[in-house]
């Protein structure tokens, strides 16, 4: 059963020297980020691989293109660390999306988005109190 899903992309640097061709696996874990890297379109530095989990993402958003063409998942971690072996834009990594793969990236960043707010309500507030913590349903037994 596959838990993830696949978008494929392309990206390039600022510079346009080094670009990227690969595939983005988006799950409930976080985002995976397989890609070969070339200089100048010609000369490969081989595949590499980048694992965001959702702890290390700031966000991550969807931007449309004109009539799908153009398409760009955008997305921001909270470490510049995890981003440097990929082309990125100031720690903004933008993945450009062909226009058969609209629906599917579009349908993933929501999912995720999903995740990143869902995972900010599942946590406990910093000041609540020990006892608020358990019941009392303990103390009859």
């Known amino acids: 059963m596959k838990r993830f ?25 976080g985002i995976v980020l397989e890609f070969e890297k070339k200089i100048l379109g010609l000369i490969s530095r081989g595949v590499k691989e980048i694992r965001l989990s959702v702890g290390e993402i700031l966000d991550v958003k969807f931007r449309r293109g004109f009539l799908k063409f153009g398409s760009q998942i955008e997305i921001r971690v909270h470490s510049y660390e995890s981003l440097f ?40 507030p910093h000041n609540s109190r020990v006892s608020v913590l358990f019941d009392q349903s303990e103390e009859e037994t």
């Open 5 to 29: 899903t696949a978008v494929p992309f392309t990206t390039e640097s600022e510079s346009g020297l080094l670009s990227s061709s690969g595939v983005a696996k988006f799950s409930r874990a």
């Open 85 to 124: 072996k990929m082309p990125n834009h100031g720690g903004l990594v933008k993945l450009k999306i062909v226009r058969n793969d609209f629906e599917r990236a579009r349908d993933a960043v929501e999912r995720m988005q999903d995740h990143l707010s869902g995972k900010s309500q599942n946590l406990r």
